[in-house]
């Protein structure tokens, strides 16, 4: 059985895009170490604004979930976004999953990645998954 098919209380959630070659890096990383996660698609399901608010207080700011360099980001505008308070900034990203950087994953125990930075990750899930 693979991980993502396990149920349980220790899962962690993968917010991520079938396109996306780091989003398959991570998973690919996740399934090597038997970690067990709930795979979910952020363009048709993207994260929720309390989840996004949580991650931004986390990371201390918003700038960070944000895409940067996809066509939803160019299309909306630096600008635009740095114009943005909160709020607006909450929405766009939980209106539009591409806008998020990802994979964008809620560990089991609430901890937010963004990215696949494989240290961090080793650091942030090795606790939780021995």
Not at 21 to 30: E, G, H, Q, V, Y
Not at 58 to 63: F, I, R, T
Not at 88 to 98: H, V, Y
């Amino acid at each position: 059985m693979s991980p993502q098919a396990e149920s349980g209380a220790d899962r962690v959630l993968v917010y991520s895009f079938n396109r996306c070659s780091t989003c398959r890096k991570a998973i690919a990383w996740l399934n090597d170490r038997r970690i067990p996660y709930t795979l979910i698609d952020i363009t048709a399901d993207p994260p929720g604004i309390e989840l996004l608010d949580r991650a931004r207080q986390q990371l201390g700011g918003l700038s960070g979930l944000f895409n940067t360099s996809g066509q939803s980001y160019r299309s909306l505008g630096a600008a635009n976004v740095k114009a943005m308070d909160d709020t607006q900034a909450l929405e766009a990203l939980a209106a539009d999953g591409k806008l998020i950087k990802r994979p964008f994953v809620q560990t089991a125990n609430g901890r937010f990645l963004i990215g696949f930075r494989p240290r961090e990750w080793e650091a942030e899930l090795s606790c939780s998954f021995p």
